[in-house]
């Protein structure tokens, strides 16, 4: 197995979501490109992405998976719920 696996795995996360952002529309040559260039891999970055997709996921309640761009959509709520209903009673 060439290399080291684990360079990037120990950068911050903010640093791994800079990359999940930055490599999300590079083709699959430009993705290998940008790797090269930082000492990464291009299953490194598309397990962030998967981390971050789903960390989505469950913060957002979209289940467990997302089949389409569609569902990355956040849809706005018809009914309004008063954080503290008990204020608005006075």
Do not use: F, H
Request: positive net charge; contains cysteine; aromatic residues 8%.
């Amino acid at each position: 197995m060439p290399g080291n696996r684990s360079i990037g795995d120990d950068w911050s996360p903010e640093a791994k979501l800079a990359v999940v952002i930055e490599t999300a529309s590079m083709s699959e040559a430009e993705l290998g490109a940008y790797c090269r260039q930082r000492g990464l891999y291009p299953e490194q970055v598309q397990r962030w992405k998967e981390a971050c997709l789903q960390v989505l996921v469950c913060k957002r309640g979209w289940g467990k998976r997302l089949r389409s761009s569609k569902e990355t959509r956040v849809k706005p709520s018809r009914t309004w719920r008063a954080p503290y209903p008990l204020l608005l009673m006075k």
